[in-house]
């Protein structure tokens, strides 16, 4: 089995990377520089039309959208590390759903948050009104990923699995890049802080702090 994996650091490639380091997969990383456009160029587009990182290649064929590639790599290579619920049980349902749930109900809201807040956009493109609705879908968010957590122990169930280490290294960013305080929220506090603790998550911490 071949698989290559096209990333830059601290982007949407780095759930996938988390996720790779996981459970544990040898693979071959390239570097897609986006400031020089690399994503644009022809051989690039031949594997991702949309120009964009993640972008995986697997024994020849080319994958993109991270949720879509986390999907994949926990179904392939997750259920026997047990770190992905079998295909047809109770959690496999819960798996999908919470991984949609972050993707869409969670990142969603944080990203329009980080656009209309971030000083990396230019304040004509920030939008005081859209930040604040987007804040109040956060927060209300984060309450249900609380809740969740104190429920069963992790996002899917008892056991940490990569769901947890997609939202958690969605979260251990955003929140931090988007400033919102979580400390209202002790069970998602808690559950980032094991995240921290994770070899994977130690490594990835390590391989992208910046360099200063
Ligand atoms: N929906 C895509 C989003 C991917 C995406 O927006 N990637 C950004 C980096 S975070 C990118 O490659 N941007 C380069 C560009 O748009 O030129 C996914 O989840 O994979």
Redesign the pocket.
Known sequence: MSITFYY?PM??ASRVQLTLAELDIPHEKVFVD?QAKD?RKPEFLKLNPN????TIVIDGQPM????AIQIYLGERFGVERGLWPALGSREHMQALTWLCWAQVSLGGPLFTYMHNTSEWFPPEARNAKQAETALAEVQNSLQILDARIGEVGNIVHDKWTLVDSDVWSVLGWGLQMAKIDTAKYANLNNWLERGKKRPAGCAMMEAEKPAH
Request: cysteine-free; charged content about 15%.
């Open positions: 830059n982007s949407s986006l994503q120009g964009k990182i993640p993109f959208e991270s949720i």
